[in-house]
């Protein structure tokens, strides 16, 4: 009979997959590289092949990584939610998210029959803006938790890094824009990470710029660029079928890799914040 799957070396797979390297889930997790390294080969011999593909920068899945994420995720949800439901008291409270428009649909469908499932008694509202906004929001006590997008910073003023993600440049298929021509780009408003770091670049290389769209909703942007009108930064991982990554060869440099973190206000989170925190950390991927 094949060996149980131990959760917590289930868990240990779950996190390095939503962190995207060891090294950072070792850190979350307060153990040794190694150790991180030895759970992994465990859990390869169990499942009989390579979990990752790994790189300078990051680790990806393989086909038979993927399946035992999509396959594991649920036993980890149960095992969670019935321990909590044997030792723990009920959590109630009011949580107030902030969350960027990008990512609030896919966070809501990832996080919220979870959170009414297990923990009933919190109710949560959600506040979108981008990072700009949801950072002052959190300074004037309107916002409990939010999640924020940016670049790596080695302090803990913008919270607890919990994934990272890949940005790149985009365009549709019809769209190769010269050199010499003005970008036309598609942009998020004032105060977005993603638009300040596209426009800086493209100012320090010289190039000239032009905005076609400019719009808080990713559903615009996304539609510039998939009809072939605009160039924009967008998540890899959101990339739609029309879409095709730029190069730098083709004059767009490769951008830098974001963080997602969980900020709050300052002092000790609410229990009811605290628990919507961890089911972020846990359930969340773009």
């Known amino acids: 009979m094949p060996a149980p799957l131990d959760i917590d070396v289930l868990r240990t797979f779950h996190t ?56 594991t995720a649920d036993l980890l949800q149960a095992h969670d939610r019935i321990l909590a439901g044997l030792t723990g008291q009920p959590v109630v409270g009011e949580v107030r998210l902030g969350v960027a428009e990008d990512y609030a649909a896919r966070l809501l469908k990832a996080v919220l029959p979870r959170l009414q499932g297990e923990h009933p008694g919190i109710v949560l509202e959600v506040l979108t803006g981008n990072s700009s906004q949801l950072r002052r929001w959190l300074g004037q006590g309107l916002l409990d938790l939010a999640l924020l997008v940016g670049p790596p910073r080695s302090d803990r003023a913008d919270g607890q890094m919990f994934a990272h993600t890949q940005p790149v440049w985009v365009a549709g298929p019809g769209l190769h824009p010269s050199p010499d021509a003005s970008v036309p780009l598609a942009l998020h ?66 951008l830098p890799v974001h963080e997602l973190r969980l900020a709050s206000p300052p002092g000790e989170r609410s229990p009811a914040c605290a628990h919507l925190a961890g089911l972020i950390a846990e359930g969340f991927r773009i």
């Open 189 to 254: 408003g004032e105060g977005c990470s993603y638009r300040e770091l596209g426009i800086d670049l493209l100012t320090g290389q010289g190039r000239r710029w032009h905005a076609v769209v400019t719009s808080a909703a990713s559903s615009a942007l996304e539609a510039a660029v998939e009809l072939g009108q605009a160039v924009a930064i967008t998540d890899q991982a959101r990339m739609t079928p029309p879409m095709r990554e730029l190069s730098p060869e083709e004059g767009f440099p490769r």
């Open 16 to 71: 390095i997959v939503r962190l995207g390297q060891f090294r950072a889930a070792s850190l979350q997790l307060n153990r040794s590289p190694s150790a991180v390294s030895s759970q992994i080969r465990r859990l390869e011999e169990q499942t009989g092949g390579r979990l990752f593909e790994r790189d300078n920068q990051a680790v990806t899945l393989t086909p038979l990584g993927r399946r035992v994420l999509l396959e």
